[in-house]
């Protein structure tokens, strides 16, 4: 009994030791409320220092150097914080007293505190970082890193979040210092030629271009042939009665004449044999508007012509005669949606203004690493994990936040289109005859699929549910592989050889064919991407049986998947697509008759030959070459300039617009090398007879594009020189001749007959700008080029006549009507013709 009563006084004792335990160490214990204030006070300051350090690490050709400034506030609790930050660059080197780096996978790091180390009140911390590659623009920098404590809810450093300039509407990055030393900064190699596009050179580049003709046909793309007979002008301004003929459904072209007054005037629309698909003549005279066309687009032409047409000259038009085609049947528009989600209201104004510059091919980006974007009603995990990235490292919920992303479940860079939304779309292209490509990268890039199939799997294991946890999981537990992506994750490709990933490919295409077939519009090609990643598989047990008894190598497992997966949509009557890359590793005699790739290798890179290769094997070619077409490239050589620059340093309208696709390697010509030399090109594989590119398709990928208004900053106005490539032959472009070599300057290559082209372009440009700000696009407004010399301020445009603004000493923006005295620093804009916009603001000095 006594020992009884003693062991009960002995557990009362321990009881009573741990409740003062407890709260002792719920008094000492980090709080939500001291995170969520360090987080909301800390200063975080990024500066990129150079591109060309005295040396890089062994082994490592090209380096940049960085440093992140930590600043605590003077009243910060102590917290045994961790940070994380995206860095799309790896990290080789971090120095600091205070914190050790980590990369965890892919683009996303972490700062962990030393063994006795602690961040002190009122101190400001640096980091030095070393990273692979250069650093070339200040918009690289990934924003929302955060800070995390064990047992507490990660928050957003408050610092680290992006703005909205007030004047352009463009994203900024508060926290990242500015760049200002162009020899340090500008160039990553020593042979690198790039210069900055400084107020000074612009002006200069602008003056060469010239100033804009005057349109008189102010029809974007420019039609095949204009005519303008003699005769009365007609006055619409009392609208058009629209009369359709047998061939055409007025259903058919009702988005085009949802744009043209409705009235009394007569507008006859019939279809007329003979004529080139999508073609079509445009008469304006005798008191009415004719159409003949080849087909229901070829109408749809005519009026987004006409429309056009009226922007310039207003309800009363002097005769006109058009005569119009397409040069080529493919003329697309990509949009990345996995990497950073974008709304289906945005999806649906692109695809009018598609519609409006007559592209006909929309290929959308649904999956990828960081994000699965499109509802599959048997995979529900796809969407509720895949589509959202938060501070979970464990993704148990969701996926870690690459890429800088919102870990907020309701950020803009968050969701999926549901299948409601992308029957949605489906329709809307289909009523302006635009195709929709879907695209889910696989076997690589397939991150977003793997990673929520796991959670799958967990779910159902844990329900005791093995066989169908395991139907459709996408990774071998004892594939001991290791290997990195070319976005450094380790984890982010299908196992090629195992049959629940080829019954999880059918499942997610039969899930989307059902949702085209319920749209009403089948589908008709599926984009597969095809990339690999190196060094996959090497260890997989199930590869290593599929190898030994195929008689495989490693490197033959990814075009032995193309070759199965391509066939499995052949059987379906669905037309395989992807990237050229992938699809060159096939064997040609393994693949179906219908197969569309996408050359995306670049001019100077092999672009040219992989072009005409693919070509030869009879494939439909689609050019998507960086230089053309990689629409998420900058501008131009400018830090403030948002966009990447692994491919291009700069891709602008005039570039896009002087591109010539018939004859590729005549570009060498007009168009340097990534280092800003000019280098020859030679059409070292030439394009057999009877075999031709099939069209051109711009791409949008969105790395660094967060925000709707930021794809419209990116597209526009380079796209509307793309669409003018896809409907018409450049008059500078040389006949091709096979073998041909061409070299920069080449006189082969008319330049006078581009930059004649070019003020053209720029005329018609004037009225697509106004047509865009009633649209609501918010395409990008190139800064002023502007010098002073001789005490004079001089200043141009990209597109001569938009408007101009000037101040000093932020005094009023006064208009730029000619050269101006000036004796000091000025500030220079540009503003949309309807006002509402500014470019971003340059400054001059003498």
Same mark, same amino acid.
């Given at each position: 009994?006594?020992?009884?009563?003693?062991?009960?006084?002995?557990?009362?004792?321990?009881?009573?030791?741990?409740?003062?335990?407890?709260?002792?160490?719920?008094?000492?214990?980090?709080?939500?409320?001291?995170?969520?204030?360090?987080?909301?006070?800390?200063?975080?300051?990024?500066?990129?220092?150079?591109?060309?350090?005295?040396?890089?690490?062994?082994?490592?050709?090209?380096?940049?150097?960085?440093?992140?400034?930590?600043?605590?506030?003077?009243?910060?609790?102590?917290?045994?914080?961790?940070?994380?930050?995206?860095?799309?660059?790896?990290?080789?080197?971090?120095?600091?007293?205070?914190?050790?780096?980590?990369?965890?996978?892919?683009?996303?790091?972490?700062?962990?505190?030393?063994?006795?180390?602690?961040?002190?009140?009122?101190?400001?911390?640096?980091?030095?970082?070393?990273?692979?590659?250069?650093?070339?623009?200040?918009?690289?920098?990934?924003?929302?890193?955060?800070?995390?404590?064990?047992?507490?809810?990660?928050?957003?450093?408050?610092?680290?979040?992006?703005?909205?300039?007030?004047?352009?509407?463009?994203?900024?990055?508060?926290?990242?210092?500015?760049?200002?030393?162009?020899?340090?900064?500008?160039?990553?190699?020593?042979?690198?030629?790039?210069?900055?596009?400084?107020?000074?050179?612009?002006?200069?580049?602008?003056?060469?271009?010239?100033?804009?003709?005057?349109?008189?046909?102010?029809?974007?793309?420019?039609?095949?042939?204009?005519?303008?007979?003699?005769?009365?002008?007609?006055?619409?301004?009392?609208?058009?009665?629209?009369?359709?003929?047998?061939?055409?459904?007025?259903?058919?072209?009702?988005?085009?004449?949802?744009?043209?007054?409705?009235?009394?005037?007569?507008?006859?629309?019939?279809?007329?044999?003979?004529?080139?698909?999508?073609?079509?003549?445009?008469?304006?005279?005798?008191?009415?508007?004719?159409?003949?066309?080849?087909?229901?687009?070829?109408?749809?032409?005519?009026?987004?012509?006409?429309?056009?047409?009226?922007?310039?000259?207003?309800?009363?038009?002097?005769?006109?005669?058009?005569?119009?085609?397409?040069?080529?049947?493919?003329?697309?528009?990509?949009?990345?949606?996995?990497?950073?989600?974008?709304?289906?209201?945005?999806?649906?104004?692109?695809?009018?203004?598609?519609?409006?510059?007559?592209?006909?091919?929309?290929?959308?980006?649904?999956?990828?690493?960081?994000?699965?974007?499109?509802?599959?009603?048997?995979?529900?995990?796809?969407?509720?994990?895949?589509?959202?990235?938060?501070?979970?490292?464990?993704?148990?919920?969701?996926?870690?936040?690459?890429?800088?992303?919102?870990?907020?479940?309701?950020?803009?860079?968050?969701?999926?289109?549901?299948?409601?939304?992308?029957?949605? /779309?489906?329709?809307?292209? &289909?009523? %302006?005859? *635009?195709? +929709?490509?879907?695209?889910? =990268?696989?076997? @690589? #890039?397939?991150?977003?699929?793997?990673?929520?199939?796991?959670?799958?799997?967990?779910?159902?294991?844990?329900?005791?549910?093995?066989?169908?946890?395991?139907?459709?999981?996408?990774?071998?537990?004892?594939?001991?592989?290791?290997?990195?992506?070319?976005?450094?994750?380790?984890?982010?490709?299908?196992?090629?050889?195992?049959?629940?990933?080829?019954?999880?490919?059918?499942?997610?295409?039969?899930?989307?064919?059902?949702?085209?077939?319920?749209?009403?519009?089948?589908?008709?090609?599926?984009?597969?991407?095809?990339?690999?990643?190196?060094?996959?598989?090497?260890?997989?047990?199930?590869?290593?049986?599929?190898?030994?008894?195929?008689?495989?190598?490693?490197?033959?497992?990814?075009?032995?998947?193309?070759?199965? /997966?391509?066939?499995?949509? &052949?059987? %379906?009557? *669905?037309? +395989?697509?992807?990237?050229? =890359?992938?699809? @060159? #590793?096939?064997?040609?005699?393994?693949?179906?008759?219908?197969?569309?790739?996408?050359?995306?290798?670049?001019?100077?890179?092999?672009?040219?030959?992989?072009?005409?290769?693919?070509?030869?094997?009879?494939?439909?070619?689609?050019?998507?070459?960086?230089?053309?077409?990689?629409?998420?490239?900058?501008?131009?050589?400018?830090?403030?300039?948002?966009?990447?620059?692994?491919?291009?340093?700069?891709?602008?309208?005039?570039?896009?617009?002087?591109?010539?696709?018939?004859?590729?390697?005549?570009?060498?010509?007009?168009?340097?090398?990534?280092?800003?030399?000019?280098?020859?090109?030679?059409?070292?594989?030439?394009?057999?007879?009877?075999?031709?590119?099939?069209?051109?398709?711009?791409?949008?990928?969105?790395?660094?594009?967060?925000?709707?208004?930021?794809?419209?900053?990116?597209?526009?106005?380079?796209?509307?020189?793309?669409?003018?490539?896809?409907?018409?032959?450049?008059?500078?472009?040389?006949?091709?001749?096979?073998?041909?070599?061409?070299?920069?300057?080449?006189?082969?290559?008319?330049?006078?007959?581009?930059?004649?082209?070019?003020?053209?372009?720029?005329?018609?440009?004037?009225?697509?700008?106004?047509?865009?700000?009633?649209?609501?696009?918010?395409?990008?407004?190139?800064?002023?080029?502007?010098?002073?010399?001789?005490?004079?301020?001089?200043?141009?445009?990209?597109?001569?006549?938009?408007?101009?603004?000037?101040?000093?000493?932020?005094?009023?923006?006064?208009?730029?009507?000619?050269?101006?005295?000036?004796?000091?620093?000025?500030?220079?804009?540009?503003?949309?013709?309807?006002?509402?916009?500014?470019?971003?603001?340059?400054?001059?000095?003498?």
């Amino acid at each position: 009994m006594f020992q009884c009563n003693t062991s009960k006084a002995q557990r009362d004792g321990r009881e009573m030791m741990a409740l003062w335990a407890s709260a002792a160490v719920l008094a000492t214990a980090p709080a939500q409320a001291d995170l969520d204030r360090l987080a909301a006070t800390m200063g975080y300051r990024y500066t990129i220092l150079t591109n060309r350090p005295a040396s890089c690490p062994t082994g490592v050709p090209r380096c940049f150097q960085a440093d992140i400034a930590i600043a605590v506030p003077a009243d910060a609790a102590s917290l045994p914080v961790e940070i994380r930050y995206s860095l799309v660059n790896p990290v080789l080197q971090a120095d600091s007293d205070v914190f050790a780096n980590r990369t965890i996978n892919g683009d996303l790091n972490v700062l962990t505190l030393k063994p006795g180390q602690s961040l002190q009140p009122g101190r400001t911390y640096h980091v030095s970082l070393t990273g692979v590659g250069a650093f070339f623009s200040r918009n690289h920098m990934m924003p929302n890193a955060t800070l995390a404590v064990a047992g507490l809810v990660p928050r957003v450093i408050a610092a680290t979040r992006t703005g909205t300039d007030a004047e352009t509407g463009l994203e900024t990055l508060p926290f990242v210092a500015p760049m200002t030393d162009e020899a340090a900064l500008a160039r990553g190699a020593p042979d690198d030629q790039t210069l900055w596009r400084t107020p000074e050179r612009a002006f200069a580049l602008y003056a060469e271009r010239g100033a804009a003709t005057p349109p008189d046909v102010a029809i974007l793309p420019r039609p095949m042939k204009a005519m303008r007979p003699a005769g009365a002008p007609v006055d619409l301004s009392r609208g058009l009665r629209v009369m359709t003929s047998s061939g055409i459904d007025r259903a058919a072209i009702a988005p085009a004449l949802a744009g043209l007054p409705a009235g009394t005037v007569p507008l006859t629309i019939r279809r007329e044999a003979g004529i080139t698909p999508e073609g079509y003549r445009l008469t304006i005279g005798h008191g009415g508007v004719t159409i003949a066309a080849a087909d229901a687009a070829g109408a749809s032409y005519a009026l987004r012509s006409l429309a056009q047409q009226m922007a310039a000259e207003g309800t009363t038009l002097r005769p006109l005669t058009v005569e119009d085609a397409p040069r080529y049947g493919f003329r697309g528009l990509h949009i990345d949606l996995a990497r950073n989600f974008h709304s289906k209201a945005k999806i649906l104004k692109l695809v009018e203004q598609m519609a409006a510059y007559k592209l006909n091919v929309l290929h959308l980006h649904l999956g990828d690493d960081e994000g699965w974007r499109l509802q599959i009603a048997a995979l529900p995990e796809l969407t509720e994990t895949g589509a959202y990235r938060c501070a979970d490292l464990n993704e148990k919920e969701c996926l870690s936040p690459q890429l800088g992303a919102d870990p907020a479940k309701d950020a803009p860079t968050n969701g999926y289109l549901t299948a409601a939304d992308y029957k949605d /779309i489906l329709r809307a292209a &289909a009523a %302006r005859q *635009i195709t +929709v490509i879907p695209s889910f =990268d696989m076997p @690589g #890039h397939s991150r977003a699929a793997i990673r929520s199939m796991e959670v799958r799997y967990r779910r159902l294991m844990a329900q005791g549910d093995r066989a169908g946890a395991e139907r459709y999981r996408l990774v071998e537990p004892d594939d001991t592989t290791r290997y990195s992506s070319v976005q450094h994750y380790d984890d982010n490709t299908l196992n090629v050889c195992l049959d629940s990933t080829y019954r999880f490919i059918d499942t997610v295409i039969d899930g989307i064919a059902d949702l085209h077939k319920a749209a009403g519009v089948p589908l008709t090609t599926y984009h597969i991407g095809a990339d690999e990643t190196a060094g996959a598989w090497v260890q997989s047990p199930a590869c290593k049986a599929v190898m030994t008894r195929e008689g495989l190598q490693p490197r033959q497992l990814g075009a032995r998947f193309i070759e199965r /997966i391509a066939a499995d949509l &052949a059987k %379906r009557g *669905i037309a +395989v697509a992807g990237w050229s =890359d992938g699809l @060159g #590793h096939t064997d040609p005699a393994k693949m179906p008759a219908k197969v569309q790739t996408n050359i995306w290798s670049g001019l100077h890179t092999g672009g040219v030959a992989e072009a005409h290769e693919q070509a030869n094997r009879g494939w439909k070619t689609v050019l998507s070459i960086p230089d053309l077409g990689y629409f998420d490239m900058s501008y131009a050589a400018d830090p403030d300039e948002t966009g990447y620059d692994w491919a291009s340093r700069g891709v602008d309208s005039f570039q896009v617009f002087g591109f010539m696709p018939g004859n590729l390697a005549a570009n060498a010509a007009l168009i340097p090398n990534i280092l800003a030399q000019p280098r020859a090109v030679a059409d070292s594989v030439p394009l057999q007879p009877g075999r031709a590119i099939a069209g051109i398709q711009a791409q949008l990928w969105s790395e660094t594009v967060r925000r709707d208004s930021q794809v419209d900053y990116m597209l526009f106005p380079r796209l509307l020189a793309l669409a003018e490539r896809a409907w018409s032959k450049p008059e500078w472009e040389p006949a091709y001749v096979a073998g041909a070599r061409y070299t920069p300057g080449d006189a082969r290559v008319d330049r006078a007959g581009l930059l004649t082209g070019w003020r053209d372009f720029a005329g018609r440009m004037g009225v697509q700008m106004r047509m865009l700000d009633r649209a609501g696009v918010t395409y990008r407004l190139a800064p002023p080029g502007a010098r002073i010399t001789g005490g004079m301020l001089e200043a141009n445009a990209e597109f001569s006549g938009t408007p101009i603004e000037y101040r000093t000493g932020g005094t009023a923006w006064r208009r730029y009507e000619g050269p101006v005295a000036m004796t000091g620093a000025v500030e220079l804009r540009t503003r949309t013709p309807d006002g509402r916009r500014a470019s971003r603001t340059i400054t001059v000095s003498p």
